[in-house]
């Protein structure tokens, strides 16, 4: 399998940064490979029961004087189902999903700003307060 970059946040605020190779939506846990290697191998267990959600990005600095856009405009086109993902700690992000289903672990969904630093977000449903469609 493919290293995929990712940038993990925990229910607690936590961020770790680094890469995969085994992440799959149907477990409850993948590994780590830090990007920061100071804890030795660099090798991490994640378990899903303790994050908020996981961010594939395109680059680990993202671009901090990019302005994304938070919202659809008139004639965008989604794949999948527009929603807004409000977070338990009340953090809203907008994008489409191909599946959401509330009684699975988690789900994928696209950011409305297809040029922002995230690729796609995997949310951690225990973690999601409401799920809107839009």
């Known amino acids: 399998m493919e290293q ?18 085994d992440f799959s939506p149907n477990k409850d846990r993948f590994h780590l490979r830090l990007l920061d290697n100071a804890s030795g191998n660099g090798l991490q267990l994640i378990c899903f029961k303790d994050l908020k959600a996981l961010f594939f990005v395109r680059d680990f ?16 086109r989604a794949q999948g189902r527009k929603v807004e993902v409000t977070f338990s700690d009340g953090e809203k992000l907008v994008g489409a999903t191909l599946g959401y289903d509330p009684n699975r672990p988690g789900f994928f969904f696209f950011p409305v700003d297809d040029k922002c630093n995230n690729i796609k977000v995997f949310a951690i449903q225990s973690s999601v307060e409401t799920v809107r469609y839009i």
Do not use: C
């Open 4 to 21: 995929v970059k990712l940038i993990v946040r925990y229910v607690d605020g936590r961020i770790v940064k680094g890469f995969t190779e």
């Open 61 to 76: 600095g993202g671009n901090p004087s990019y302005n994304e856009r938070k919202a659809f405009m008139e004639g965008d």
